[in-house]
């Protein structure tokens, strides 16, 4: 049965991307090995994902103008990544203590908790929890 296994988001640098995605969302950091480009140039294949998922995010650093115009905007300014939790609050709390950029206040939907907040590389996700 397929899967979706990975995700791409291109960032500046690793290590920063490295120490936002594993101390402040909490993700494992699943790979972090040496490879090459197609053309052979050095860079590294760095992974992480939410503890138990099986869907993954590579941190991929932009490799020349093209990418590194897409930083920040990868999904067109749309909230493109969603990210749920079992303790809301908790989340939020943590999250805004490390000074991670909100850009809605939290609210309630039918669907649950929700606030909208930045990315290390300036992409948008929903922090979605119960309600």
């Known amino acids: 049965m397929p899967f979706l296994a990975l995700i791409t988001i291109v960032v500046t640098d690793y290590d920063p991307a490295i120490e936002f995605f594993t101390e402040v969302l909490a993700f494992d950091l699943v790979e972090d090995s040496p490879s090459l480009t197609n053309d052979g ?11 138990g998922s099986e869907t993954g995010i590579l941190l991929a ?21 969603f990210l749920r939790v079992d303790d809301f609050d908790e989340a939020y709390a943590r999250m805004t203590a490390a000074d991670v950029e909100f850009v809605t206040r939290p609210r309630t ?9 930045v990315d290390i590389a300036g992409n948008k996700w929903d922090l979605l929890g119960p309600a």
């Open 41 to 51: 140039r050095v860079k590294r294949w760095v992974v992480v994902r939410p503890p």
């Open 61 to 81: 650093r932009a490799d020349g103008d093209d990418q590194a115009a897409a930083i920040g905007n990868q999904v067109a300014g749309r909230v493109g990544f």
């Open 109 to 117: 939907e039918d669907y649950g908790r929700v606030a909208v907040f």
